[in-house]
Structures are given as C-alpha cells and as structure tokens.
C-alpha cells in the first residue's frame, strides 16, 4: 500500500472518530438556569442545553390536556427531588409523549433507547468499534446519559432478556457503574469530594468519571402479568417511583376532537368514543379483549371528517378488526358493543369511494386525489407520493384487473395513507402483494420490500454491522431506514412471522417518525428537522455531522400479514395483539368473490376453457364458504394464484385434467384422510370428470437435436457455456416418474418454479437430476437442515485478514449465472428461514447479507451498482418431505405452497416399481421382487395410519435387491434384516413387521430345517371294477326337445358392502403345503353353500354363496379386500326345516363380469353382478306355474333341482329335477330354453363333455348315455343304455358318483395304471364315496365312436369298516379334480384318517388328496370350526371345497377362514426350492468363521428383587441392582434368572437366548415362585383380585397393539414441540456467524446453543393440553345388540385403549370419559383430574359403562349428551378441544334427525366434533355418516381401526394451521 493510501485512510479514520466521539465529549453544562418551567406550586429551573439537538422538539401544543399537565407535574416532583421514575399503562404512544413534553418544556437533553429481547449489555453500556485498526470503546446512551447529564429513557422494559437491565442497578441506586474500557463511573458527589483532595489530573489518571446531578432515567413499560413480557427484577422495580398513566378521559377526546373536527357530527363522534371506551371497560377485560388503540382515534376521525361517506363501521374496523383477532365469544363482545351504539352499518357492506382523479399538487411530494362516492359525491383530498409521476387513473396499472373490490380497497388505502402507515391482513394467495405494488405505481412510489422472520432481529430489522475493507467496523442501513431517507414505502412482508418484541422496535419511527440507529444516527421527521434547525440554530451539515437525518415527508410503511400467526405462536393464535394495534390501521384483505375471480381469470388467461373456470371457482367457493375448519384448510391451498396458475395449464394444455389440476394444487395425495375424504366428495359434489388414463405407450421420452419430448410436451433443449454442472444420475425409467416429468415440464415451460413433495426414497432427487440432465440445464444445488439460516441461505460469511467477507451461495451463483437451484430438504429448515424465498419467487427481488440486491430485469436509473441482475433463465426446484405424520418437519407447502407449481411424488405404482427393481436386479426372480414391493407397500400403508413410525420407502427395497442381485445365495430372509436389524431392539415394532413380512410370503426366521410337508400313505393299487358297453338291445327314440323363452325382472341394484381383509402367506414360518389364508365376515349362524373360482386371463377370482342368511362374497385371489352381496329377501322365506341350498356357475366371454346363482329347493336362478351390486332374476317356468308351486310346496323336503355347470363358461348350463324326466338346457346369454324329455325318471346327471351325457336312471340306478344324433345338433338327444360288466364280487353300491369333464394326462394315466394297451385313449378321473379314485378309460370317445370297445373303470377301493356304513353319507364332502397334476381332493371326517394322523393333528376334519401319479394318499388338517346346532346337522360337513384354476385347492368354512393349498407333487418340488433360496443364509455355509466361545461363568444365584439405586443410573450386567437390563437374578429387563420384569427408564441390553435356558430349573422355580407372590401383592396393593386381573388382562390383551399403535402417534404429535432452538447471546457454544464483528471487537457472547423454548413470560403462547371429552354409548341397545356385532364389547375395548395410550401424556392430552343412554345424556366415568391410575381403576370404569348398559332404561340421549359434550369442553382452558362420540347407529329409532345433530356438531367452531359408529343395523352408519358433517363421522366395526380413526382426528387439524 502506497504511503498517500495509508495516509488517506488514516485521515478517514481520524474524522470518523472524531464524529463518534462527538456523542461521548459533549459540553460542560452551564450551572444557572436561564428560565423556570412552573406547574401549579412545583417549579423547576430550565438550563440552556449544550447540545440542544438532542432536546426533543415538536411535542408541545398550545393546550396541553389537564390530565397530561397532571403527569408532566408528577415527573417535575420527581426530578426535583433526584428520583428516576417509571410510567406504567396501556399501550400506545401516551407515555413516550408526555416524557419527550416535559424534556422538551424543561430543555433537557434526551438519550433514548428502544428495548427489545434482542438488546444486550453492549448497547446499553459500551460497544467495541474498530478503527484504522484499533478496537475502540464506545460509550453508549446509558453512559453518555450519566456523563453529560441528560434524560436516560429506557423504552420497553419487558421486552428485554431477564438478565440484561440489572447491570444499570448500581448506576440507578449509587450512580456508579465499572465501564469496560477501565472507568469508573462515580457519583457526583463523592466525586466532589474526591476532587477537594485530589486534582482533577489525579483523578483522571485513576479512570475516575463524574456522574452528573441532572442525570436521570424514565422507564416506559406494560404492566406484566397481563401484557406479554417478563416482569421486572424486584432490585431494579425498586429503584424507580411508578406512576400510572391511563388513557386520556373521555371529555377530553370528545371536546379536542369537536374543536378539530366540525365536519363531523358530534352524534358520530359520541358513537366512535364510546365505542374504544366500552371495549376498556374493566368488565371486557374479563374476557381478554385485547386494548382498543384510543391513540390512533385521531386517524379515524381525520378520515370522517374529510370523507364523510365513509363507513363509521369499517373505519372503526381499521383500528380495532376482531373479526381477524378474537375468537368467538369475544367477537361477539365486540359486535354487541358497536350494535349498542348503532356503528353497524345498515348499508350493504361494500366500500363506499373510488378513485376519480389521480394529479401532482404544488408540493412535489403530495398529490391530489379525487375520490367519488357510490353516490357520485365528490371528496379531495391531499397524500404523500414518491418521487415518479403518478399515474392519472388505476387502469393504466399494468397487470392489474380493476375489480369492484379491489377498487374500492385502493381507494381506502389511500384515506389510510393520507393519515399513517397501514397494515394488509388477509390469507395468502387473496393479492395483498399485488394491491401493494398497484397502490405504489399508482404514486409513483419506489418500494422497498422487506421480508420478516421469525428470528429477526433489531439489527437485521434496522443496521446490520460490517466491515470495511481497512477492517474498520461500521453499520449499514437496511432497506426499512433507506425508504424512510429516500422517501420510499417499506414493504414489511410477514407481520405475522415476526416476534412483536422485534417488531415493536420501529414503534417510535411509525408513531412519531423518529428513530434512534445502533450507530448513534437519529432520523427525525421532516417537520421537526425544521424546528430542530430552528431551535438549535445548526445547518443542515451541522446536523448531519451530528448524525441527524430527516425522514423523508413521503415515506410510508405498509405491512402484509395473514390472520394467524407464526411467530411462536400455538397452532392457529392470532398475531395482533394490544401492542402491535397502535401501529396500524388496519385493512382486511378477503378473497375475491366467485363472479370477480372469474373476472381476473378471464382477463389474465383468456383462453381458459369456459367450463371449466365455471366448474372450478363453484368448488374453491364452495370450500371458502363452509365453516368447517378442514374445509376451509383445503380452499386455503386454492388461492387466487393458484386458481390462476391452474388456469395457465388449462389455456396451454388441452389434454389438461381439472381434477389433476385440483389434486396438484391441494397435494391431494398427502391430504390428512378427513381433508383427503372432503376433498374426494367435494369434487363429486360438483361432477368433476375422473382423472383421464394416460395411454403407457405415452410415457416415453425422446431426445432429437436439440429437442426434448417427455410424453406429448415438447420443449428444446438448453445450450449451456459448461455442461459441468448438468447432473446425470443412474437413473431407470419407469412409467410413473416418466409422467411426473412430463407433468413437470408443463410447469417449466410455463414458467413456474416447482415444488417436489414425497416420503424419503421415493426418487426426487433422482426424479430432478433426470429431468435436468434431458433439459441439459445446470443445476446449483442448496441442502437445508435445522440450523440454516436466513444469512447462510443466501451468504456464507467468514473473517479474511480482519474483515467480514461474504462468499455467495449456491442461490446467488444461480441467479447470477441463469442456472437451476436445486433445494433440498425444504422442510428441516424453519418456515421463516425458508420464506425469504417468497420475495424471490414472487417478485424476483432479494437483498442479500452484504447490501447487495437481487432484481430482476434489466438496470434501471436509480438501481444501485452492486445489484445483481436475475438471469432470464434462473428456476427454482424445491425438494421437500410430505407434510404431517409421521415426519412432522416444518409445514413448507402450508407456507409458501402456493408460490409453486406442486408435485406429489409417491412410491411408484406395484408395477412400475416392480419393472424398475428389475433393472437394478435383472437376475432376481420377479416373485422375489413382488414380495418385497407387496410387504413394503404395506409397511409403508402402516406407517401413513401411525402404526409404525418409519415409513420404507423404495431406497431401501433397491438396496435388497442390489444385495441379492450381487450375492444370489444369501437369502431374501436375511437380507431384509440389513434394512430392518435397526428395529432389532424394539419389539412391538418387530413384531409388526414380521408379521407383514411374513404376511407377504417373506419367510423371515425361518429356516431350511422348517419343512413341514403332510406325510404320505400308499393306496392299494387299482383295481378294474367293472366295463362299461353300449346295449344293442335297448334304444329308444330321439328325445323330444321343446324350445321355450326364459322370463328376466328388471335388474335391481342391491348396492355392494367392501370389507378389508389380511391375507397371511403361511409359508413364511414353514414350508407346508398350506399357501395363505385369510378371514370374511360371516354371521355365526351362516353357512357356507358354494363356492367358485374363475381368471379373466390375468387373475383369479373367488366367489362364495352362503345360505343363512344368503349372501355372496366375490374377491380376486390376491386382494385385500372383498366385495358382499346381501340377498336377504331375494330368495323364498327359510320356513319350517327348509334352508337354501345353493350353487355358482361361473360365466364367460361377455358374461364373464356376474356369476348365476341357483337354489335347488325353488329352482330359482339369479344373474349376479358382485363388484356393482345388481342382481336378475329369471325364470324358466310360467307365472301360473311358480304361483302354483308356492301352494302347494310340501312343508317337508322336496325333490331338489339339481345344476349340472360343468360348461357354464359358455354360458349355458343343464338343470333337472330329481326323479323327474325333462333335462332343461338354459343358455344363459340368449335367454332360450331348450327341454329334453327323456324316456326314464333320473336321479343323477354328469356331463362327460359336451356331446356325451352319462345319465342314472332313480329306480334302478342303470346308466344311460345321451350322446348326439348329428355332429350339428345343439344338444345330444339319443339315449342309450350301458351294460355294466362288474368284475369285483364284493363291490358295494357306489355312492355320489362324479366324473372329470377334463381329461388328465396320459403320462399320469400311465404312471397309476401301469399297463400299456391305453395309448391314445381318452379318460376321465372318477370318484365315489366307496373309493378314494379312479379312471374310466376310453370315456367319451369309446361311446361316441359306437365302438365295441368298452369303457374300463378302475378305482382304488376304500377298506371301508361295516359299522361306519351308515355315516357315509356325512363324512365326505364331494370332491374336486386337479387334472393337470393328477390329483382328486375332497373333505373328510377324521374317522377316515389314519390314527397316527388323527391324534397328531388337533383337527377334526382333513383335505384328503390323492395322487393318482404317485399312487399315494395324504391328509392336510383342517382349523377346527365351531359347531352350530342351527347351521349345521350332526355330522355335517362345515367346508366347502374347489380348485383354483391352476389346480391348488381353496376351502372355505363356515366361520369366513379361507385357505390355499397347493398339494401337486411337482409343483411343491418348484416351490421349495425357491422357498429354500429364501430362507438359505450363504454366510452360514462359509468355513472361514472363526468363533471363541466363551461360557458365561457368572451362575445365576436365587431370584432377588435387588438394590434400588436413589439415582436411577442404568445398569447393565450384575446381579446388584433393581431395574437393570442385560443382568441376572435381579427384576429388570432382558437378563436371566430374575423375579419378574421391571422397567426403570433405560435402553434394554438383552441376553443371549442360550445363556437363559442355562438357568438350573431350580432357580427358574424360585423365580415363577417370586413372581407370583409379586404380581399378588401388587393386586393386594390395588385391591384387584385374581379374577379381576384375569378380566382386565383380558380386555387389555385385546386392544394391546391398538395401545402400541396409539401411542407412536402420540409420541410423533409431541415430538416436534420437544424440538429445541438456538440461545444466541451466550458466552459458550457454537460461534454465531451474526456475531462475527463482535467477535472481532472483542465482546464474549457471540455464541449460540440448543437449549430447551422458554415461553415468554405471560405470553399468550402458553401451551395448555389439547382436551377430549370421550362420550361412549351405553344405552340398552348397546348390550341388547352386543350378541349381533359386538357393538359394547368394542366401546369397552376402545375406552380400555384410549386409558391406556393417554396414560403418562397428561401434559400435552388430558381426557374425560362420559356416557349416555336413555336415563341420563351426562354420565361421568373420569374426569380429568381423576383419570385411572392402574388396572383396577381403569376395570372400575368398564364395569361401570357395562353394568349402566345392562340395567339403564330404553331411550336415547345422543342430541343432548353431544351438546352438553360441546358447551362442557371448553371450560377448561386447552391447546385445541375434541369431542369423540362412541355410539351406535341406532338413531332413527328415536326420530334424531341427522341433519339438526350435524348442526349441533359445528354449533362452536372451537370444538372439534367427531361421532364414530361402533354398531349398525344394515347400513344405517353407513347412511348417517353420509349426512353428517364430511370427515367427521366414521365406521369402525373394528377395534384395531380405532388409532388410525384417532389419528386421523387429532391431525385433522394440522392443516388449519397453515
């Protein structure tokens, strides 16, 4: 550096000092007064002040009220007499006006100070300053008071940190203080004394300093408790004299504002003042009103008096809006008081001027505006305006649609602006930005935004410190001080977010325009600039060199806010409170009616379809206007710019979906389910069309040149300077993120920013990095966490060579350089970090750390040199976790969703992600993989409910499949470990996941020695029983055929009922041939009747007809749910013995959607269609003749109808009355009977194959065959007689003869029989009930041929005990055949069971398969199913069986269990070997282990409860100490050899399972002994017996996972409130990078910690539990209806949950319990402060609900027990109230009309009020739940589905605090 340089810098330093030091020096006071100041008989001398600049000017008027003579009186008295006094009172600027009067009337200079939470010891006492080099002391106001003699005024007391004022303790007591530079503040008189001793040099040298006699201190406080703040230090109060300063008397105002105002009539002044006086009235307080801003009357009144037309009512509301602020009876409060004075206006509410006329005045910065009324009155009036010329009328704004409304608003901005700064209030997205920035260009204003956060401080609010390039310090102003010097408006962007401590610091600037800065600047209005001037005769660069700056006449502050809060408040408070009403008036912002956002739409877009903006803005209105909270949740998502960007799409897009587009802008997919439910009905409410299906021959990308095409959106491709920072990522294509992408490109191209919402590993950074790399853009790339910051978001600040120097972040190189930004993690970062983004999104302006500013366009004059321009091309893409459970992160769609394009990013579809895994693992079969995705699906399904807290998502199935793809041999069991071994240690969450592992076929525990295969039995072998030939003797005619019309009724639309089901993979313990099973709900009376399966080519659907009542379940096979048919009435009366016996056919081709039904009994036949719930009857017979058969129907049991359905596929099937003589052939799709009448009576048909029909004559059991005169007749009509050759002597009757209507394969054939003579031969598999199988060789052909050759039957014989004989009948089921492998299975009793099998098996009954290949029988047992004397018969069977089409094998009984069985010999060898890839652990079979085992030598001593440790340390190992873990002998957890469990708090350390079997059995003895004598002296301890503990343990056990489930969700929802914030200010911990100068200055705390949210003192943000009012039902008809659906056994089971989940969480939930029934609406059974404690209390409370319900009276109570639930709960003070009704259904019995109980629920918005029906009747819940408030009634015929009905409740309400 050149030596002219340093010599330059030196001279800059030295002047600079000289200015600071002006402050500290000051002048000698000169002793005698000049003049006296007199107040009635006190008297005071006025000196002339040495720096009269500093003596406050402006303040006194001519007529000084008495009331404030009165004070200034008081403050004389105390100064007098040497006292520092404290004014105390309401809030507003009264207090701060009467000191500054009296300084101002005794000439005393002022040192004054704002308070805030951010005020530290340095800005009171000394501050470190560098410069040229050199760390300088800088004396501040406390100090420079003390010196030289002025007015110390300490404005804001509570607003500081507790510990900050006592450092002026000493000085206010002794008038002493030790300075950090060394001095040593003294009293004056000590000091005095001192100097008669010593010399003044002496003194010096000491660091000795006199304190002045005329110095003094003026506190200005609230009075806390009942403002928010901390109260003040017993030491500190002690030292003031206080003084209560109240609001102005009534008189007063009412007689200064008739002098000033006379065009207003004294009536309306009367109304105005009595109004703000009413609501100050000591009886409103009771209720918390917040203060009503009296100061700021004189505004109100100034706008009357110059516009007369202006309504008192809204003008009223710009000072006090409670419809913004207070809740509901408080706003009722105040509408009482204004419709007491007569305020309401009678008109209707729309604003009553416009802008006419818009001109410049004489005065540059003042325009003319013309307002004209709706009654074409005109008003003048004069407004401040910028340095621009205005525009001359609002229809020269650009992009600006006038609106009536919004209009109007402009207009009464300006009245606003004419007197003060105003506030906007109103949700986001309703245009308060726009009407900001209109307002502005209308005056030709420039705007200076400003964006508020949570944790902003003075400083950032004000001057922000920094460097200059010498090093030196110095202070920058911010945009907010360089406005009001330039005579700009500030913005103030999120009022709402800011802390009101922060934000009360510019309360002086905004009440008196004046400021005091950190640098010691002070900025005055520009009218007392003048009178400063005046006073103290100095120039204007006298004063500057003063550091006085006037603030410009035209500068204006407008704040924007939304209604609630964000700024530490609880979910939903409002912001406004007594404070922050003296800042502003106030307008209220709503959203725009449905015809004016029509109106903005059509002009912005007007290419938007017309239907669809109509169809859009009736459903967004149609949610504004409800009064449901979620409901108003969602329309909050649908803000006016949403609805336009919507729009956009719309207009570019014409294949756009508006559905799609509503979804997108709610982020449907992750709604909270009651939010998800309204939504869903909201848009069929209003006729929304389906989602259209995008053709997957779509989903495709293609890049040509320099053209991209994702889908069918085409957009070109970016040419960068570098493709460096162009990302390219592994990426596999699948359909979905291909559509995402080309969703997101319609975004792009239209110019939005996007925001990505997902779980965790579902792909969005892939999905982006992707996107990206097809667009060929570079990306930045920006990750948000906990700690980032406002500063570090934008700069990342460090210290080079003593100076603060700022290195641009990601964000501002990609700006700059037009790239994309990528930020990730949106959510972790607090929502006030994160909304600095909005101005940069909005309006493309951002200032920076370092002074720099981002702008957008090209420079301008005016814009300053440092800015930095935005690139054309800069994007945005945020990346953020799905809001809510379970990852509960900051709301940023709730914040700033609708400033993006928003896409929800799920797990791909099955799929989809399926055919991406593959790519990661080509090798890996895909069952394998479908598993995976299958059990992680649903994991991922639990953890949406609350079940488990960590949601799986595809990251983790990729990393399984990765394993196995590298490492084939390790298998499936024991790699998912790797994802799952971090649950190890929790167990209930292990169990749930196993269990769904399992589930889904995953054998996880199993292992290659877990084969559990049926064993096998030799059969005999089988045996020719007889030959089968044509006779030659017999023949007779063609039968006759007659050919009639069936009849059809009218299709009838039944409705169909969806049940959940579970079905679990059996295989994933043990490998058996049992596949899965799964449970339907049937009735215990019910009884299975059929069952059939059919695949449509791609699944396989199951259906059962049961028979009492009748009904039809239908599912596909792997499905989670099903599909219930009621026919109850559908069918003939069950009367007498007669039950339905029925039957299903399965049809095909355009038939294959419905089944036929067919009762044997009535001969009834019914079309059903089971997934849309219609049915048909038709009918074959006369209407003479069916009407004639219900007369004369025998009451005993009639010949049946049989079914013969073998071709129902082909829609025709064969039907015949037993021992009749007509065969009926229905072809079911054309509705044509043909009857063959046969010359003999039958008792038995079986169809062979179409052409060939086998027929048993009823008298003599002889056989016929019906076979085809001509190969084109329709059914075959020539009858011939078999001549059976029987070849056993001692063959006994066959019994339920069947036949195969398929052939098995002659390989099979072969392998039973063992002959070789068959080649060629057709056959079918037969069965009888004297036989286990057999075949007849050479059926059909050897009859339809007319060959000689007979038909052989062999059969494999039963050995058959003669005593049995006689059950025959009942011991077998008919039996199915599986062709393909050669298999016949039926039902047996176990009578038919070899007894080793029998006693083996704890299993009555048995599928019996017998394999016709292998010539071996075996016996797979059966779950018992509870017999019913009514259902069934002795000896019946309670199964039904069939086969699946791929020949496995279903049984379904009679309690709903259906199981799969796969029994084919070469099918099970393919399953278990890929069963054993499964469970086969490679690592097990490597021989490089190397093990040392160490026997545990420590023995296990007698059982003993232990040591109590008084300081609950933890404790592992050891057999000392009680409630340790991983111990021995002593009662803990996860040892050996101890008492019993006992858990003291601590991790568990379990031991190995070997070391606690190795526990002598007379230890393990001790131990049960010991355990038992504790559990009875705990039941003795509670007085619970033994059988009470049973009853309890019983009811518990029940609800036990349900507990675990809940309380997950509990511990989520309190969670994110234990989340800790930064301590800044503090002396230890991490350095804070806002604090760096101060660092360099030397001061110590510039550190910042986690520490613990201390509320503030008195705050309104104390958090109070959330309150639950439980009101179960416990009416008689509750235990009358117990038997039919369990009804009270699920309210005991869910009451028995909720005490148990809520227990020990009394400090965020606190719950009352309460019944009613007939006898009482209000039955109490806990109360709040009495909740149980343990399991007797909580038994007490269920037996007391139970017995209530067995003795109560009929009737019902739920319309009162529901209102007194609603009027009781919020008498208790909480965070949020919930009323939870358990009822049944059973309301239109006592005439409850749904729709007054719907009104009831929402009569207190307060309350959330939710019914859940625990019983029906028929579908009654299901129809009351459709009439009750959406989303606030629910269906639970499940108890387990109670956490997720109460999870969905509790977090109903997170939306609304959006």
């Known amino acids: 550096m050149s030596k002219l340089t340093l010599l330059t810098t030196c001279e800059l330093a030295t002047k600079r000092l000289r200015m600071i030091l002006y402050h500290v020096k000051g002048r000698e006071l000169s002793g005698e007064a000049e003049s006296i100041l007199r107040i009635g008989k006190v008297r005071k001398g006025i000196k002339k002040p040495n720096n009269p600049e500093l003596v406050p000017v402006g303040y006194v008027h001519e007529n000084i009220p008495k009331s404030i003579q009165r004070h200034i009186k008081w403050i004389m008295q105390k100064d007098n007499i040497q006292q520092d006094v404290f004014l105390i009172g309401n809030p507003g600027p009264l207090r701060r006006i009467i000191v500054m009067q009296y300084l101002e009337l005794t000439k005393s200079e002022l040192e004054y100070i704002r308070l805030s939470r951010d005020t530290t010891e340095s800005d009171l006492k000394q501050r470190r300053e560098i410069i040229a080099g050199t760390a300088h002391y800088i004396d501040q106001c406390a100090v420079r008071a003390a010196i030289h003699g002025r007015v110390l005024v300490l404005d804001g007391i509570e607003k500081t940190e507790r510990n900050v004022l006592p450092i002026l303790n000493n000085l206010l007591e002794n008038r002493e203080m030790q300075l950090d530079d060394g001095r040593f503040l003294m009293a004056a008189d000590r000091y005095d004394t001192l100097l008669k001793t010593h010399s003044k040099e002496e003194l010096d040298s000491r660091k000795l300093v006199r304190v002045s006699k005329d110095f003094r201190v003026i506190a200005l406080g609230l009075p806390v408790p009942r403002y928010m703040g901390n109260p003040l230090d017993p030491p500190l109060r002690s030292r003031f004299q206080a003084r209560d300063v109240e609001y102005l008397p009534y008189q007063e105002y009412l007689q200064s504002f008739q002098n000033e105002f006379r065009n207003i009539p004294k009536e309306r002044l009367v109304k105005i003042l009595s109004y703000g006086n009413t609501l100050l009235l000591s009886e409103d307080k009771v209720l918390g009103l917040p203060d009503f801003p009296l100061s700021n009357l004189y505004s109100v009144a100034k706008i009357l008096d110059c516009a007369p037309e202006a309504s008192t009512y809204q003008t009223l509301y710009k000072l006090y809006p409670f419809e913004l602020m207070l809740g509901h009876e408080e706003k009722m409060a105040a509408m009482h008081a204004l419709q007491m004075f007569d305020v309401v206006d009678k008109v209707d509410a729309r604003l009553p001027y416009r802008i006419k006329d818009i001109k410049p005045s004489g005065n540059d910065a003042v325009a003319s505006i013309t307002l004209q009324s709706i009654n074409n009155n005109l008003c003048h009036i004069e407004v401040p305006m910028g340095k621009s010329k205005p525009l001359s009328s609002i229809k020269d704004v650009e992009n600006f649609v006038p609106t009536s409304y919004h209009t109007g608003t402009l207009a009464d901005m300006m009245l606003s602006h004419m007197m003060r700064d105003f506030c906007l209030i109103g949700p986001k997205g309703c245009g308060k930005t726009l009407l900001v920035q209109t307002f502005a260009n209308i005056l030709g204003y420039h705007t200076e935004n400003v964006v508020l956060y949570q944790d902003m401080t003075a400083r950032d609010l004000l001057q922000q410190r ?117 800042l502003f008036l106030h307008h209220e912002i709503r959203p725009l009616t449905k015809s004016e956002e029509i109106d903005v739409i059509k002009t912005l877009v007007p290419k938007v379809p017309e239907k669809d903006v109509g169809l859009l803005m009736k459903f967004t209105h149609s949610l504004r206007n409800s009064d449901d909270p979620t409901v108003q949740s969602i329309s909050s998502s649908l803000s006016t710019r949403q609805l336009l960007r919507v729009s956009r799409r719309l207009a570019s897009y014409s294949d756009e979906n508006l559905r799609h587009s509503v979804y997108k802008a709610c982020l449907a997919k992750f709604l909270p389910p009651l939010a998800s439910e309204v939504l869903e009905n909201g848009l069929k409410e209003n006729e929304f069309s389906a989602e259209k299906l995008t053709d997957d021959a779509d989903a495709t990308y293609e890049i040509q040149n320099d053209s991209l095409r994702i889908g069918r959106v085409t957009a070109t491709r970016y040419n960068p300077d570098s493709e460096v920072m162009v990302p390219d990522v592994l990426f596999y294509d699948n359909l979905q993120h291909i559509k995402i992408m080309e969703d997101m490109l319609k975004d792009f191209l239209l110019g939005e920013h996007l925001l990505l919402i997902g779980n965790q590993g579902v792909g969005k950074n892939k999905i982006v990095d992707r996107f990206l790399h097809l667009l060929n853009r570079p990306r930045q790339y920006i990750q948000l966490h906990r700690d980032t910051t406002v500063q570090g978001l934008t700069l990342q600040p460090s210290v080079k060579d003593g100076q603060i120097i700022f290195e641009d972040s990601p964000l501002v190189d990609a700006v700059r350089s037009g790239h994309i930004l990528v930020v990730d993690e949106a959510d972790k970062a607090p929502t006030h970090v994160t909304c600095i983004l909005k101005a940069l999104v909005e309006s493309g302006e951002m200032l920076l750390a370092d002074g720099r500013k981002i702008i957008t366009g090209s420079p301008q004059i005016g814009t300053p040199k440092n800015a930095i321009i935005a690139h054309k091309d800069f994007r945005m893409i945020v990346l953020a976790n799905r809001p809510g459970f379970p990852f509960l992160g900051n709301d940023f ?74 490492y084939p041999d390790d298998g499936i069991a024991n790699v998912v470990k790797n994802v799952f071994d971090f649950d190890n240690h929790q167990a209930e969450l292990m169990e749930v996941v196993v269990s769904t592992l399992r589930k889904h076929g995953i054998p996880i525990g199993a292992s290659s020695r877990d084969i559990r295969l049926a064993k096998s039995f030799p059969l005999p072998p089988p045996t020719l029983m007889s030959n089968w030939t044509l006779s030659k003797q017999q023949q007779f005619k063609p039968c006759s055929i007659e050919t009639s019309y069936l009849t059809a009724q009218d299709r009838l639309e039944i409705g169909v009922d969806h049940f959940e089901t579970q079905q679990i993979k059996q295989r994933s313990i043990a490998f058996n041939e049992l596949l899965s099973s799964w449970q339907l709900f049937m009735h215990s009376s019910n009884r299975v009747a059929a069952i059939a399966t059919a695949n449509d080519g791609k699944k396989n659907f199951i259906y059962a007809a049961t028979s009492n009542p009748v009904s039809v379940y239908a599912m596909e096979e792997d499905a989670d749910a099903y599909a219930f048919l009621d026919l109850y009435g559908m069918f003939p009366s069950t009367r007498y013995r007669w039950k339905p016996t029925l039957s299903i056919s399965i049809l095909g081709d355009s038939m294959k959607d419905r089944i036929l039904l067919h009762e044997e009994t009535s001969n009834t036949l019914m079309i059903v269609w089971p997934h849309t719930g219609e049915i048909q009857k038709i ?70 194959s179409k052409d060939l029909w086998l027929a048993t004559e009823s008298k003599s059991l002889k056989k016929y065959v019906l076979k085809k005169a001509n190969e084109n007749d329709l059914w075959p009509t020539i009858v011939t007689e078999t001549e059976q050759e029987i070849l056993l002597s001692d063959l006994q009757q066959e019994q339920n003869f069947q036949l195969s209507s398929n052939p098995t394969s002659e390989a099979i054939v072969h392998k039973f029989l063992d002959i070789s003579n068959i080649d060629n031969m057709t056959n079918r598999v037969t069965t009888d009930d004297i036989s286990y199988a057999g075949v007849a060789i050479g059926l059909p052909d050897n009859f339809l041929n007319n060959t000689d050759t007979a038909v052989g039957l062999f059969k494999v014989p039963r050995n058959m005990q003669p005593q049995k004989d006689s059950e025959i009948n009942r011991t077998f089921s008919d039996a199915v055949f599986l062709t393909s492998v050669g298999q016949v299975a039926r039902i047996v009793k176990d009578i038919h069971v070899p007894e080793e099998i029998a006693h083996e098996q704890a299993s009555d009954h048995f599928i019996e398969v017998v394999d016709l290949q292998r010539n071996v029988v075996s016996y797979l047992p059966l779950p018992r199913v509870p017999r019913s004397k009514y259902a069934y018969t002795p000896g019946e069977i309670p199964y039904a069986i069939t086969t699946l089409p791929d020949d496995r094998v279903l049984v379904i009984d009679s309690t709903g269990r259906v199981t799969l069985w796969e029994t084919g010999f070469s099918n099970l060898e393919q399953s278990l070997d890929k069963w054993m890839k499964l469970v086969t652990d490679g690592s097990k079979e490597d021989d490089t282990q190397i093990t040392i085992e160490r026997p545990n030598d420590l023995e296990v001593t007698a059982p003993k409860f232990g040591k109590e440790d008084p300081s609950n340390a933890p404790h592992v190992g050891g057999d000392t100490w009680a409630g ?81 489930a809940m309380r997950v969700i509990l511990d989520s929802l309190e969670a994110k409130s234990l989340e800790r914030t930064w301590a800044k200010n503090q002396t230890t911990g991490d350095l804070d990078d806002n604090r760096l100068i101060e660092g360099l200055t030397g001061e110590r705390t510039i550190y910042k910690r986690r520490a613990d949210k201390e509320p503030e003192y008195n705050s309104q943000d104390q958090e109070h539990p959330k309150r639950l009012r439980l009101v179960v039902d416990v009416s008689g008809s509750m235990y009358r209806f117990n038997g039919v659906d369990g009804r009270l056994q699920r309210t005991l089971e869910a009451t028995c949950m909720l005490m148990e989940a809520f227990e020990n969480y009394d400090q965020k939930f606190q719950y009352e319990i309460f019944g009613h029934s007939g006898e009482d609406p209000e039955i109490p059974f806990t109360r709040y402060d009495k909740v149980p404690k343990n399991d007797k209390e909580r038994l007490k409370v269920l037996k007391s609900m139970h017995a209530h319900s067995q003795f109560c009276f009929s009737g019902d109570t739920t319309m009162e027990a529901t209102k007194k639930a609603v009027e009781k709960v919020i008498e208790d003070e909480g965070d949020e109230h919930f ?67 109460l999870q969905q409740i509790f977090t109903s309400t997170m939306l609304s605090t959006r």
């Open 893 to 966: 769609f709730g914040s700033l969703g609708d400033l993006f394009s928003c896409h929800a990013i799920d797990n791909p579809p099955v799929d989809s992600e399926v055919a991406m895994l593959k790519k990661y693992g080509p090798d890996v079969p895909e069952e394998v993989i479908r598993k995976l995705v299958a059990a992680f699906g649903e994991l991922r399904h639990l953890a949406d409910e609350g079940q488990i807290s960590y949601p799986y998502s595809t990251r983790e199935v990729v990393n399984v499949v990765r394993h196995i793809q590298k």
């Open 1779 to 1845: 009323v939870i009704i358990l009822s049944d259904a059973n309301l239109e019995r006592y005439g409850i009309n749904p729709s007054k109980l719907g009104r009831l629920m929402n009569s207190d918005p307060r309350v959330n009020v939710f019914f859940i029906f625990i019983g029906s009747l028929g579908n009654q819940a299901d129809r009351l739940k459709k009439q009750l408030p959406s989303g606030h009634a629910f269906v639970c015929m499940n108890t387990k589905d109670i956490p997720r009905i």
């Open 1524 to 1604: 340790g873990t991983g111990g021995r002998s002593t009662a803990g957890l996860g040892g050996r050899g101890g008492p019993y469990r006992l858990d003291a708090g601590h991790d568990v350390y379990q031991v190995p399972d070997a070391e606690k079997e190795a526990v002598p059995p007379e230890i393990q003895e001790a131990a049960r002994k010991m355990n038992r004598k504790a559990f009875k002296d705990r039941l003795r301890e509670i007085e619970m017996s033994e059988y009470d503990a049973e009853a309890y343990e019983k009811m518990s056990k029940a609800v036990s996972r349900q507990v675990k």
């Open 466 to 582: 920094v460097t200059l390039e010498n090093g030196d310090t110095t202070w920058r102003d911010t945009p907010l001080i360089l406005a009001a010097l330039n005579g700009h408006i500030a913005v103030l962007d999120g009022l709402h977010r800011l802390n009101p401590s922060t934000l009360m610091i510019i309360q002086r600037l905004i009440d008196d325009r004046e400021l005091t800065l950190h640098d010691g600047t002070r900025l005055v209005s520009a009218e007392k600039y003048k009178l400063l001037q005046e006073s103290s005769e100095l120039s204007d660069v006298e004063l500057k060199e003063r550091s006085i700056l006037p603030i410009h006449p035209a500068f204006r502050v407008i704040g924007l806010a939304e209604p609630k809060g964000s700024s530490g408040k609880s979910s939903g408070q409002p912001w406004l409170n007594s404070e922050l009403l003296t």
């Open 1179 to 1248: 009918h074959s017979r006369s209407k003479f003749d069916r009407f004639r058969s219900t007369f004369t129907r025998d009451t005993e049991y009639e010949d049946l109808y049989k079914i013969c359905n073998e071709f129902s596929h082909e829609n025709w099937i064969v039907t015949y009355k037993e021992h009749g003589t007509q065969l009926n052939v229905i072809n079911v799709a054309t509705g044509i009977c043909h009857n063959i009448n046969l010359p003999f009576s039958i008792a038995l048909l079986r169809l062979a």
